[in-house]
């Protein structure tokens, strides 16, 4: 089949110029090219349509889908062969040419009415029979009355019937290709080329059934007639094929008043018979009389109008019982129904209620038909109600509306609505809003909320509800701050006095939160004896609230019974805008908070920190290492170092000092200063294992050395709280034993700064001294001791600091009368004296002069592994014992 529009019209020209040379020869020529021409086209395109109505039947197994396409091919096929007939010499061809066209042109309307999309039942089928009938009986009986009947009396009947089915077929294929309900391209193709291929077969026919002995006398007639015969049975079958190939099975859905295709079809035949009328009327005027032919067309044009006027009328009635009904059922669902529907115009107009809004809410058609719906809405609510509507009109879905509206009582009801936009609907015409009270679930919520967003101990809003607060001000993009505080020491004193006592503390620390905050500040209690306020106040006025609020909670708490309780609190401060949301400033409070906590460690409560970033790094290293403590000794993760201690005129070395690394696989070297303070606040014996690890192996090392033949001692660092700790001297002892060293030979260091100031310190010590031990006082010059009391403290050795002997820039020998005094005072006192943090020739000379015999630093020797420190006392070897 040709397919292609351009091919289709290349063929269709190429016929139209053989036609129209042929007939130039003569009609006797011309008669058997359109012969040729007209049945060869045919009988290619029914062969096309055949084959593609069995692909369609093998594809679908179906012959509902093939239908059309075989009918069209098998009119097409009687068409051609007919045709091709009556080119034969031998054969009459006025009569087969008339059999061809009587026969072939039902076969292609049952092919057009069967296609898919055409028409959806028999029904409509038997309707479009009807119009075209109706219409074409309608225009034929016009055109006789007017002309044919005057010009042609005594027609033959044959003749009178090859006319009357070529403008009924006619009229009935244009009005199924106009009223298809789906396909409309294909219908229409398919029913163009129907009209041709019968317009053509039609024409054909009229002029074999004509006197062809009268041909020589109206050649030009003759030859345009068969001209356009042969035209149109070329370009019909062409027309149909390819329409044809473009339709599907696909189901029908025309609207509910055309579903049989009734309605559309009135301008069609009101038309056409309101000009038979008028032709009648002016037959009638002019004189004229109705020949046996022209009564029987009016009465087959009346017959066909009174019958599609009745299946009309039956349509009518049916789609009107069918609208009752479902008004009946729409009424009975709105008005049991208890949501209020309403109706909206484009201007927020109510349109229409249903009945429940008189039931639900009391409001008549008189109070809301005809004004704007955010009339009956709070001032509050109308805004983002308005707002809300108006973004469904932009084409936004999903939309809840909560709004408070005013009844016909004039109360205030909680509502919630979903609309839909039901504009492109021809009964609508607008937006519907579908409205229902809510008001007992919002007191409900309300109530839920009075208690699930309040502390039940202190009436302070809870964590909940100040998450929830802080959220808005974090989506509304408003300034504001968070700070978090926490009651230092408060788990001592429910331990201590009781959970009464606990909760009267909470009180009273809520009560003097409520009064220290401003108005418009939300104080809430986040658990235990944690607390936080919400302010909307900038950093700076939020510091200022800190300090007020760590001001007040240091002030003792007078309790019943005769109590007092001394508490603090560290605060810590976030600004909103700097955070990612409520949970996020709610981190970084608390994140300034435990840092405010650290730097005010042993030193009374009440500091106040700011969040900043690098705050939270040094949190999180300080939370992994309190995460890897635990274990580090069985890890083997803990290693010693030694730097020598050396005389500083022989350079000779004399002892070592054990210095203690953690080498963590991910964290790298981490310093004693750091982890030694975290293990002992952990606690869990963290702290006595590593210093026990740090005791056995620092003499494990010594009596190696004094092994090896060298007179060294050794030195390790004790700390306050192991000094403190009952059990230490026990350790030294057993550490003393295990390894077989000479008590003498180890010296315990007690950083200045770190040395208590109780008795038991100082019992501590003569204890070591009583072991044989030597004590020695580290980083002299840094902490609080006074010279005097060098008297009272069991030291042997004295370890000042660098801090005394460094010259200050542009005061070269101002140190030395320093040294001077502390190393004179301990000789006479009997205590070795040790410079420690020499770095330069300058410190030496500095300590050398005021008659300081040893020394300590990197001038000597850095910290080294105890491999490294051997190769340096093989180079600087002491006499052997």
């Not at 009075?450 to 959220?471: F, I, K, S, Y």
Request: charged fraction near 20%; include cysteine; glycine fraction near 10%.
């Amino acid at each position: 089949m040709v397919s292609n529009p351009r091919t289709f019209w290349l063929v269709l020209l190429c016929a139209a110029a053989a036609l129209g040379a042929a007939a130039a020869v003569g009609p006797v020529l011309g008669l058997a090219a359109v012969a040729a021409a007209g049945g060869a086209a045919a009988l290619l395109q029914a062969g096309g349509l055949i084959r593609l109505a069995l692909r369609i039947h093998h594809e679908r197994r179906s012959f509902g889908p093939c239908r059309g396409a075989g009918f069209l091919g098998l009119g097409a096929l009687l068409a051609g062969a007919g045709v091709a007939v009556t080119g034969l010499p031998w054969l009459d061809p006025g009569p087969v040419a008339a059999v061809t066209t009587l026969v072939a042109a039902p076969v292609y309307l049952a092919g057009l009415l069967l296609l898919p999309g055409t028409a959806p039942d028999l029904g409509a089928r038997l309707r479009r029979l009807l119009d075209g009938a109706g219409i074409g009986v309608s225009l034929f009986y016009c055109a006789w009355v007017l002309a044919l009947g005057h010009s042609a009396p005594g027609t033959a009947p044959a003749r009178l019937a090859v006319a009357l089915t070529g403008c009924v077929a006619v009229a009935v294929a244009v009005v199924t290709g106009m009223r298809a309900v789906r396909h409309r391209p294909a219908a229409l193709a398919c029913a163009g080329g129907a009209a041709l291929s019968i317009v053509g077969v039609d024409v054909y026919a009229l002029l074999l059934l004509g006197h062809q002995r009268a041909w020589p006398a109206a050649p030009g007639a003759v030859t345009a007639g068969l001209a356009v015969a042969g035209v149109a049975m070329v370009a019909g079958p062409f027309l149909m094929a390819a329409g044809a190939r473009r339709a599907d099975d696909e189901p029908a859905r025309p609207h509910a008043a055309d579903e049989g295709g009734s309605f559309a079809a009135y301008p069609l035949l009101i038309g056409p018979a309101l000009l038979a009328v008028a032709v009648s009327a002016l037959h009638l005027i002019t004189g004229g009389r109705f020949d046996e032919t022209s009564v029987a067309l009016g009465v087959g044009a009346f017959a066909a109008l009174a019958v599609r006027e009745l299946l009309a009328a039956r349509d009518i009635r049916r789609y009107a019982h069918a609208l009752a009904g479902r008004e009946a059922r729409f009424r009975t669902l709105v008005a049991g129904s208890t949501d209020v529907a309403v109706v909206l115009d484009d201007d927020l107009v109510v349109r229409w209620q249903s009945p429940a809004a008189a039931r639900q809410f009391g409001l008549s058609d008189q109070d809301v038909v005809g004004r704007p719906f955010t009339d009956v809405l709070h001032a509050a609510d109308a805004a983002p109600a308005a707002a809300a509507l108006r973004a469904v009109l932009d084409g936004c879905q999903h939309v809840l509306v909560q709004a408070r509206l005013r009844d016909g009582f004039g109360r205030w009801r909680d509502t919630e609505s979903t609309v839909s936009d039901q504009r492109d609907a021809p009964e609508v015409a607008g937006l519907v809003v579908h409205v229902r009270d809510i008001g007992e679930r919002a007191q409900l919520q309300r109530t839920l909320d009075a208690v699930t967003w309040t502390d039940d101990r202190t009436g302070l809003a809870n964590r909940r509800r100040l998450l929830a607060a802080a959220g808005e001000l974090c989506a509304a993009e408003r300034p504001g701050s968070l700070l978090v505080l926490e009651l230092d020491r408060y788990a001592s004193v429910a331990d201590l006095h009781g959970p009464a006592v606990g909760g009267a503390v909470l009180i009273e620390a809520a009560r003097r939160l409520r009064a220290a905050a401003g108005r418009d500040d939300l104080p809430a209690r986040l658990g235990g004896a944690a607390f936080a306020i919400l302010t909307e106040a900038p950093l700076v006025h939020a510091f200022a609230l800190a300090t007020r609020l760590a001001t007040a909670l240091a002030e003792p708490f007078h309790l019943p019974g005769s109590q007092t309780v001394h508490l603090s609190a560290d605060v810590g401060v976030a600004d909103l805008l700097g955070a990612g949301g409520a949970e996020e400033a709610l981190r970084h409070a608390d994140v300034a908070r435990r840092r405010a906590r650290q730097l005010a460690r042993g030193r009374d409560g009440g500091r106040v920190e700011c969040y900043d970033r690098s705050f939270e790094t040094a949190l999180v290293r300080r939370t992994e290492i309190e995460q890897q403590l635990p274990g580090v000794v069985g890890r083997g993760e803990l290693d010693l170092v030694f730097q020598p201690v050396a005389d500083l005129t022989t350079r000779t070395p004399v002892g070592a000092e054990a210095l203690l690394r953690w080498r963590h696989p991910r964290l790298g070297a981490i310093p004693p200063a750091e982890f030694l303070p975290i293990a002992e606040e952990l606690g869990g014996g963290i702290a006595e294992e590593i210093a026990e690890w740090v005791l056995h192996r620092a003499c494990r090392q010594l009596s190696r050395w004094r092994g090896d033949g060298r007179d060294l001692w050794v030195s390790v660092n004790v700390s306050a709280a192991q000094l403190n700790n009952g059990g230490w001297l026990a350790a030294v002892a057993t550490a003393i034993d295990t390894h077989c060293v000479p008590a003498e030979s180890l010296v315990v260091e007690v950083a200045e700064a770190a040395l208590p100031e109780d008795a038991f310190a100082v019992e501590q010590l003569a204890g070591l001294r009583a072991l044989g031990v030597r004590t020695a006082l580290d980083h002299f010059g840094t902490g609080p001791t006074a010279l005097a009391h060098l008297r009272r403290l069991p030291i042997d050795v004295l370890k000042i600091d660098q801090a005394l002997f460094s010259e200050p820039p542009g005061r070269q020998g101002a140190a030395t009368p320093i040294v001077d005094v502390v190393v004179g005072l301990a000789r006479r006192l009997g205590i070795d004296v040790i410079a420690c943090g020499l770095e330069s020739e300058p410190h030496a000379d500095v300590v050398r002069a005021a008659g300081c015999r040893l020394g300590q630093g990197h001038l000597i020797c850095p910290p080294e592994h105890a491999e490294h420190v051997e190769a340096y006392l093989e180079r600087h070897r002491q006499p052997t014992l």
